[in-house]
T-cell receptor, first 114, second 116 residues
Framework: ETGVTQSPTHLIKTRGQQVTLRCSSQSGHNTVSWYQQALGQGPQFIFQYYREEENGRGNFPPRFSGLQFPNYSSELNVNALELDDSALYLC?????????????FGEGSWLTVV | AQSVAQPEDQVNVAEGNPLTVKCTYSVSGNPYLFWYVQYPNRGLQFLLKYITGDNLVKGSYGFEAEFNKSQTSFHLKKPSALVSDSALYFCAVRDAPAPGRRALTFGSGTRLQVQP
């Protein structure tokens, strides 16, 4: 049990649509990040939020955006969905501060774009 | 840029035998190294991490990992494999938190298959 919960677990969208994925972290975990894991690959970093502000981003276009709320919940929004966006999206959280702090992952949201 | 290599797509081992899953890394500063396990259709579960200190790190479910700075390796080991250890294993690295590098970089994963 990691204390990180994600919803929905599975969803199917049509190319061009928009999607919002949600995450709830443990109390006190003020740093949340999102990863994309395509089939057969390792997770790829999308972006990170610390105290409700984005403070790091991977090689993902601006149509991937996020929000972090004071109650330790967060969202990942993807606009203009493309077929290649089909993947497992993982939310991860930790206590901010040192780079060695353990990062805990949720079970993920499976997105299929058709 | 930081990177991780897991040279084996799959490792097969008989139950009761020792297992090793290999990982090498590249960072510009001091490495912070992690191992995660992923069971089918599940998220990632934290196994262990190396921050500093003793080169042999012990983690969950009897797993341990050995940090070798000269070989830039962080191999995952277990003295006696169980069938229930069969899963996908990911090595990840993180160096000093600088803008644009506040994330884990994962390897491509190694599938461990333990035969009864």
């Amino acid at each position: 049990e990691t204390g990180v919960t994600q919803s929905p677990t599975h969803l199917i969208k049509t190319r061009g649509q928009q999607v919002t994925l949600r995450c709830s972290s443990q109390s006190g975990h003020n740093t949340v990040s999102w990863y994309q894991q395509a089939l057969g690959q390792g997770p790829q970093f999308i972006f990170q939020y610390y105290r409700e502000e984005e403070n790091g981003r991977g090689n993902f276009p601006p149509r991937f955006s996020g929000l972090q709320f004071p109650n330790y919940s967060s969202e990942l929004n993807v606009n203009a969905l493309e077929l290649d966006d089909s993947a497992l999206y993982l939310c991860a959280s930790r206590v901010g501060g040192g780079p060695g702090n353990t990062i805990y992952f949720g079970e993920g949201s499976w997105l299929t774009v058709v | 840029a930081q990177s991780v290599a897991q040279p084996e797509d799959q490792v097969n081992v008989a139950e009761g035998n020792p297992l090793t899953v290999k990982c090498t890394y590249s960072v510009s500063g001091n490495p912070y190294l992690f191992w995660y396990v992923q069971y089918p259709n599940r998220g990632l579960q934290f196994l262990l991490k190396y921050i500093t200190g003793d080169n042999l790190v012990k983690g969950s479910y009897g797993f341990e990992a050995e940090f070798n700075k000269s070989q830039t390796s962080f191999h995952l080991k277990k003295p006696s494999a169980l069938v229930s250890d069969s899963a996908l294993y990911f090595c990840a690295v993180r160096d000093a938190p600088a803008p644009g590098r506040r994330a884990l970089t994962f390897g491509s994963g190694t599938r461990l298959q333990v035969q009864p």
